[in-house]
């Protein structure tokens, strides 16, 4: 690396979302999730949510939010998502209700 070059941390994102394990249930049926990955755009992190969140059963997901992490976070429950993110994994936290 030479003087010019800055070596950049990768951009985490946090994608939030509710998300049905059937086509058929009803809304109070949601389970609410926090999606973090990294990706080069927002296109693509709500793209690889989608998948992710496809390929673990979920039948139907609506995202509400997307954002971008502003390094890691204070809270215990998204220190090992974060570091899966970091990882190039998309890391799902679900909230049962």
Do not use: K
């Amino acid at each position: 690396m030479n003087d010019n070059e800055v070596e950049m941390d990768p951009v985490v994102y946090i994608v939030i979302g509710r998300v049905w394990e059937n086509e058929e249930a009803l809304p109070e049926d949601a389970i609410t999730i926090h999606a973090l990955l990294t990706a080069p755009d927002d296109d693509d992190a709500v793209r690889r949510t989608l998948e992710s969140l496809s390929s673990q059963g979920f039948a139907e997901a609506e995202l509400e939010q997307i954002g971008v992490m502003d390094g890691e976070p204070d809270d215990p429950v998204y220190e090992g998502a974060y570091q899966d993110a970091l990882s190039g994994n998309v890391a799902i936290v679900t909230f049962s209700a």
